[in-house]
């Protein structure tokens, strides 16, 4: 049997605890995985105080050797990390190998964002007894962060929350899903190579509630959780003073109108609603479509989806594998059952075998019905015709979530409406909310979540400005 050890100052560690983990394809045992005792996340968390103090002055260049030396671990590991994904998440191995990749582009960006950390001047000769006096802005990194993280990008999103750790000068401790550790624990031993502080990054695989003791202990300078809704807003609620960003989820929409490319819609629309089987924050749920091009997109639509091969994830041409649990598998049946009493209509799918939901395509469902108003994450898309452009806007925004919505039209007075009007962090053009490039500034409104990931933005989250307030005069 396979025993995984987390990730502590530095070092591998085990413990008296440990616990199974299974693979979401055929439940296939994977090993033991160690879990920290209390002794131990004390240990990461002093371990990281101290490291802060060393790595708070890190100069730029060191930042860039630690992350270029981390992007080429990952470089080597890349295969290994590929079937690693697959194995502790299901996620089919296309998209797993796009998951490594992308890892590789945020460590990038963070490599290059570590010399863009920029201050400013400020005038303060804004009255004239202030003659002589300027104001120098400078960012400092905020102290050690605590990165909690999902179990649907296992190496991405943590790569999110340490790139720009360590970009920034702050130590990091990540606590992983406790179905998706080993991912993470591969990037500890890379991360081990870099040559960075001891104690500047710690894995530590302890379960979500008991999470809750770091996330308010006062020497955690920073929450960065990503996660469902619920447990965010809990954590926000008790995470005292610091500062806390939440990367949530959705029901994410898009409207495809008449002038759209309608192929170009429905290859995309197929990727946003099925790709992970639906467990995607910004997975396509809600799609709205012009009445005039309903038929013609739905019948097409539907050609497609039949070719989708369910399967073994770890094979290139599996489209759909299995969801990362029975229990949430089940989950996703029954709000497709209640939504057919609801009135919904399944046009295809709605089965579910084990841990398999085949792609299920439904038209009509009620805003009411859980399948609508709530986070699917499942690999459902539901459709809905509309006549008027603004009527499909009010849809879209007919929701407590604003994670990111796409539209579908070269129509420029469209598309700066959709802008105005619609209330999600992005609005993507000719294409699907679940489009996201790994520099942009990425996060939600509403229940979604609050402040933004993406290198640039989770660096100015995870620095302070400070001010130097000269008086030349004397
Ligand atoms: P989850 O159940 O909320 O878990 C997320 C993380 O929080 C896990 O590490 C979990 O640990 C931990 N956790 C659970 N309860 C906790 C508590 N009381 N205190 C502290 N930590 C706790 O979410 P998930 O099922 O893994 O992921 C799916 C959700 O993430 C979806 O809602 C999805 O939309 C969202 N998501 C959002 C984004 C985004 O960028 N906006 C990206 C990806 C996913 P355990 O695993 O040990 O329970």
């Given at each position: 049997m ?11 560690c ?53 992350l270029?030396?981390?992007?080429q ?15 502790e ?29 920029e ?23 905020i ?30 401790i ?37 999470a ?6 006062s ?18 609620s ?9 990367e ?7 409207i ?15 990727m946003g ?27 097409k639509?539907?050609?497609k989806?039949r ?27 029954l ?27 439904v038209?009509?469902?009620p ?14 898309l ?10 499909a806007?009010?849809c ?7 994670l ?16 105005d009007?619609?209330q ?15 520099s ?12 933004r990931?993406g ?20």
């Open positions: 396979t025993e995984y050890k987390f990730y502590l100052n530095g070092k591998m085990s413990s008296k605890l440990k616990y199974k983990l299974f693979a979401p394809y055929k439940g296939k045992s994977i090993g033991n995985v160690y879990r920290p005792e209390k002794k131990h996340v004390e240990k990461a968390i002093d371990g990281a105080c101290k490291a802060f103090e060393i790595t708070r002055k890190y100069p730029v260049f060191k930042r860039v050797e630690i270029e030396s981390i992007i671990g990952i470089k080597k590991r890349k295969s290994e990390l590929e079937k690693t994904i697959v194995l998440a299901g996620k089919c191995l296309k998209h797993a190998r796009g998951e490594v990749k992308r890892a590789i582009c945020t460590f990038t960006i963070a490599k290059e964002e570590c010399s863009r950390i201050g400013g001047i400020i005038p303060l000769d804004i009255l004239s007894a202030n003659v002589n006096r300027t104001g120098i802005i400078k960012r400092f990194p102290g050690p962060v605590l990165g909690i993280t999902p179990f649907n990008f296992p190496l991405n999103l943590v790569a999110h929350k340490v790139a720009p750790a360590i970009a920034s000068g702050n130590p990091i990540i606590k992983p899903a406790s179905q998706t550790p080993l991912s993470s624990l591969i990037l500890a031993e890379i991360i081990q190579e870099s040559g960075i502080e001891s104690g500047a990054f710690s894995v530590l695989t302890v379960p979500g509630k008991d809750e003791k770091m996330v308010q202990d020497r955690i300078k920073k929450i960065s959780f990503t996660g469902s809704a619920d447990v965010g807003w809990k954590l926000k008790i995470c005292g003073k610091k500062r806390i960003t939440l949530l989820g959705g029901n994410c929409a898009a495809i109108h008449t002038d759209a490319n309608l192929d170009y819609a429905i290859e995309r629309s197929l609603a099925f790709a992970y089987q639906g467990q995607v924050c910004i997975h396509l749920q809600r799609l709205f479509i012009h009445k005039k091009i309903y038929k013609k997109f739905k019948k639509f539907l050609d989806v070719n989708l091969k369910l399967g073994n994830p770890s094979y290139l041409k599996t489209d759909i594998g299995p969801m990362i649990n029975i229990k949430e598998a089940k989950r996703v049946e709000w497709i059952r209640e939504a057919e009493k609801d009135g919904a209509k399944v046009l295809m799918g709605g089965k579910r075998e084990d841990n398999f939901v085949t792609p299920t395509v038209e009509n469902c805003v009411e019905s859980l399948l609508n108003r709530c986070e699917v994450f499942g690999p459902v539901l459709l809905q015709e509309y006549d008027d452009f603004s009527d806007v009010a879209v925004n007919n929701s407590e979530y604003g990111q919505a796409g539209v579908f039209t070269n129509d420029i007075k469209r598309i700066w409406y959709s802008f009007e619609i999600t962090g992005g609005i993507v053009i000719n294409d699907v909310p679940t489009f996201r490039v790994d942009q500034p990425y996060g939600g409104l509403k229940s979604s979540g609050i402040g990931e290198i640039k933005y989770a660096i100015e989250e995870m620095t302070e400005i400070k001010t130097l307030l000269l008086n030349l005069n004397n």
